[in-house]
């Protein structure tokens, strides 16, 4: 009997080896296709990245006429915050410590 179970045993492990390497194979297969069509994807539809960072750059830098702008009203902000800052200072946004 122990000897029937051994040979059972070993025709098991055969049949799973001889499946694991068949699904190897398989899988080297598949990795290859898809290694394959994603080359030709690639060359049919190239990237939008480098669009992508050119907006971004263009975005990035201020027209000379905003900053001007910006400068201007933030002096104005400035001058007229330090004779008004006490009445702005008992509005909504207090912050209680305890």
């Not at 909504?92 to 305890?98: E, G, H, L, N, R």
């Amino acid at each position: 009997m122990s000897k029937n179970r051994v040979e059972k045993l070993e025709s098991t492990v055969a049949e799973l080896e001889s499946t694991i390497e068949g699904l190897t194979d398989e899988l080297v297969e598949a990795k290859e296709r898809i290694r394959i069509l994603e080359a030709e994807l690639d060359k049919e539809t190239p990237t939008r990245v480098p669009e992508r960072r050119r907006e971004r750059e263009a975005d990035a830098e201020a027209d000379p006429d905003d900053v001007e702008a910006a400068a201007a009203e933030a002096e104005i902000d400035a001058e007229e915050g330090s004779v008004g800052d006490e009445a702005e200072d008992s509005g909504s946004d207090d912050i209680i410590v305890a």
